[in-house]
């Protein structure tokens, strides 16, 4: 199982990303998928979850909620994360996770030990 994170780059503060997750090996629609982030010097974030396929709950970390959005297309098993309103404090690697665990349709962890996959990470840097 391979999940492959990409559209980190460099951008100015107000501006916006797109990340892409494309996951290999194993279909993720009937399982929670999210993003994290990691900021030199500092742990993990969550910064957003999203239910199985067909459910229609999206969980957010209070320093992205109302700016970053979640999404999913699952026949191209990837998972996306749209990033607007991009502020310095938002530069990080960001990781993609997937669980292999079953939960109830509309639920999705917030909790990084909850996820089983994750991809190697992408960096984006905000600058002011």
């Known amino acids: 199982v391979q999940l492959q994170a990409s559209g980190g780059g460099l951008v100015q503060a107000g501006g916006s990303l797109r990340l892409s997750c494309a996951a290999s090996?194993?279909?993720?629609?009937?399982?929670?998928m999210g993003w994290f982030r990691q900021a030199p010097g500092k742990e993990r974030e969550f910064v957003a979850a999203i239910s199985r396929s067909g459910g229609r709950k999206r969980y957010y970390g209070d320093s992205v909620q109302g700016r970053f959005t979640i999404s999913r297309d699952s026949a191209k098993n990837t998972v996306y994360l749209q990033m607007n309103s991009l502020k310095p404090e938002d530069t990080a690697v960001y990781y993609c996770a997937a669980t292999g665990r079953l939960y109830y349709s509309d639920y999705a962890p917030p909790d990084s030990s909850e996820y089983d996959y994750w991809g190697q990470g992408t960096l984006v840097t905000v600058s002011s």
């Open positions: 090996g194993r279909s993720f629609s009937s399982y929670p």
